[in-house]
């Protein structure tokens, strides 16, 4: 199983990326998704989630600029990321989860950098 970001860079404030993240090894239907940030110093927060491709959350510091969806025939995700701020610096890791059979599944991205300045 194996879950590799692309994406990341340098953008101005108010810029946009898109983030892509492409599963292989499994099927993301079975899997609640999400992306993830960790800025220097802070810990690793999530930011986003799908759930069986279509159900899907943001947290309220995102919410009207970000966006994330899925396409299934490219096992892949997306983090739309619109009006992007420099408190939106952080790398970003794509997180696949699901519980089977009183077991935990996790796998999680490389990880890719985003660096927004002001």
């Known amino acids: 199983v194996q879950l590799v970001e692309s994406g990341g860079g340098l953008v101005q404030a108010g810029g946009s990326l898109r983030l892509s993240c492409e599963g292989s090894?499994?099927?993301?239907?079975?899997?609640?998704i999400g992306w993830f940030r960790q800025a220097p110093g802070k810990e690793r927060e999530g930011v986003a989630t799908?759930?069986?491709?279509?159900?899907?959350t943001l947290i309220d510091a995102v919410k009207g600029r970000f966006a994330i969806s899925g396409d299934n025939a490219r096992n892949s995700i997306y983090l739309q990321m619109n009006n992007l701020k420099p408190d939106d610096t952080a790398v970003y890791y794509c997180?696949?989860?699901?519980?089977?059979?009183?077991?935990?599944?996790?796998?999680w991205g490389q990880g890719t950098q985003v660096t927004v300045s002001s």
């Open positions: 799908m759930t069986n491709g279509r159900s899907t």
């Open positions: 997180h696949a989860y699901k519980r089977a059979w009183g077991k935990d599944y996790n796998y």
């Open positions: 090894g499994f099927s993301y239907d079975d899997y609640h």
